[in-house]
């Protein structure tokens, strides 16, 4: 077999291994999410069940708001913000880095920051009064 022959073939079976080991999303995981467990720092997570999130973060005077993608295999769930726009007030910040790739682990009740060792719980849904 001719080596680039040989590659391609290579790289369409990894492919096709990573389609067919990719879990799709679970519609379950959707939801609005406060962060816990985490001294001084307030930070709210809103999972789509399209797929997309959004994220806001404060520490002291330092905010952070990103959007993206997320994306989940097995019981991780990882953050993709999209491209950041301008920041016409801080154009050298890209705060939104810190959201990126975050990894959290699907456990009972929560999304763990394994690493800080805290947790996004899930809020109370609010029913609309009738």
């Known amino acids: 077999m001719p080596p680039m022959k040989g590659i391609t073939t290579l790289a369409s079976s ?3 291994a990573a389609c067919a080991s990719s879990t ?3 519609p379950a995981l959707a939801g609005h999410y406060l962060l ?3 001294m001084e720092m307030g930070s709210e997570l809103l999972l789509n069940e399209d797929g997309s999130f959004e994220a806001a973060m404060s520490y002291g005077i ?3 708001y990103t959007r993206g993608r997320w994306s ?3 019981d991780r769930l990882t953050l993709h913000r999209d491209r950041p726009g301008h920041n016409v007030f801080a154009p050298d910040m890209d705060l939104g880095q810190l959201i990126d790739g975050m990894q959290l682990q699907v456990r009972p009740g929560c999304l ?4 800080l ?6 809020a109370p ?3 609309a009064a009738r």
């Open 72 to 74: 989940q295999s097995g």
């Open 62 to 64: 330092l905010d952070v």
């Open 24 to 26: 799709p999303n679970d």
């Open 112 to 115: 763990a920051i394994e690493a």
């Open 117 to 122: 060792d805290v947790c996004y719980a899930k």
């Open 125 to 127: 849904t609010r029913h």
């Open 14 to 16: 990894l492919l096709l």
């Open 36 to 38: 816990q467990g985490a």
